[in-house]
């Protein structure tokens, strides 16, 4: 009797020593909803979000997991200090010093209706388009939002891989 509660005390002193602080400062799993991000991620994959290594280097076209309504996937499209505009159903991101275009890309009804005049973005924010299906429409993330990028796909075992 005594060496299960022996080692059940070692099982709780490992995970509060090692496995608790490695989930919530280093990497996180994640189970991807849907489909909106396929090929790269497929509804019921599990990945692995780096919560650490790099967390504040995000590029346009980084998936990222950020806290809006619950844990989120979005895929970055607008960086800090542009500008968002929409105009017949076209949405187009400019640099704020020169107004020169960096990016454009037609939207579907549904999500032009839903996009209000996004304008120039913080120096903290960034917009995402996130997993439409199940939640609003995309939007604005504050950077101390964005949990971490995946970076490793681990389920299923056929597309083990690294993502970035």
Known sequence: MFTRVGDIVKIIIFAVVFVIPIHYFIVQPYRVPDDTFAPLVQKGDI????????RRNFDRGDLVLYRSK???????????????RINDGILSIRTIADDNLIK????FAEVSKSLQEIGTIDEQEYFVFNESKLYDSPGLVDERKIIGKPFFLVFPFSRFSRLY
Do not use: A, D, S, T
Request: proline fraction near 7%; glycine fraction near 14%.
């Open 70 to 84: 619950g844990k989120q996937l979005g895929k970055i499209i607008g960086l800090p200090r542009e500008r968002v």
């Open 104 to 107: 454009e890309m037609p939207l």
């Open 47 to 54: 990945v692995l979000i780096n919560r650490f290594l790099g």
